[in-house]
């Protein structure tokens, strides 16, 4: 990575139709599975937000219409490593009680963040939670946490795009991109 904030080169890793065919796929599957049901759907922010906004758009046109909340947490902080400690800086604020959350998140890589926040909700009372997120990297798991749904599985590669961020920019990308360094 350059030291000026800026990526070396970008190489596409999904295009914007792939993204989007996977998406309208998870919703089909979460739909099958929470129907009917009391849903709270909670995005972190601020990678989630683009894979919020299409999950939640997609599962309106399949007869699923949950509560939105959000949390955000983090060890990133404007880096490209994770730091290894997650804070919590924005709960819910909805009543979680006897609720089925779905956690939505863009990418799980060491697990920790995830599995906190799952944690952290089931103390909140929901009667059910399931993860979702666009992006597995297993390899880099550091605590053990199996994400329930998973758009794609990638390799361990620093990724921007479609909500994921280098120092705050490219979040805007409507594709997924890797971080080429020069050489």
Do not use: N, W
């Amino acid at each position: 990575m350059s030291t000026d904030s800026q990526p070396d080169k970008l190489e596409p890793l999904f295009t914007e139709p792939e993204i989007q065919r996977r998406v309208s796929e998870l919703a089909q599957e979460i739909a099958g599975d929470l129907h009917g049901r009391d849903v709270c759907v909670v995005a972190v922010l601020k990678g989630a937000f683009m894979l919020l906004a299409d999950l939640l758009r997609r599962l309106h046109d399949l007869g699923v219409e949950p509560v939105v909340d959000f949390v955000k947490a983090g060890s990133y902080g404007s880096g490209d490593r994770s730091s290894g400690a997650v804070k919590i800086t924005l709960d819910v604020s909805t009543d979680l009680v006897g609720k089925d959350v779905l956690l939505v998140d863009d990418i799980v890589d060491s697990g920790r963040t995830l599995s906190l926040l799952k944690a952290h909700l089931q103390a909140k009372g929901a009667a059910s939670i399931r993860t979702v997120v666009l992006l597995d990297k297993p390899s880099r798991r550091e605590v053990e946490f199996k994400p329930d749904y998973v758009g794609f599985e990638i390799p361990d590669r620093f990724v921007i795009g479609y909500g994921m961020d280098y120092a705050e920019k490219y979040r805007q990308l409507p594709y997924i991109a890797v971080v080429k360094t020069r050489g």
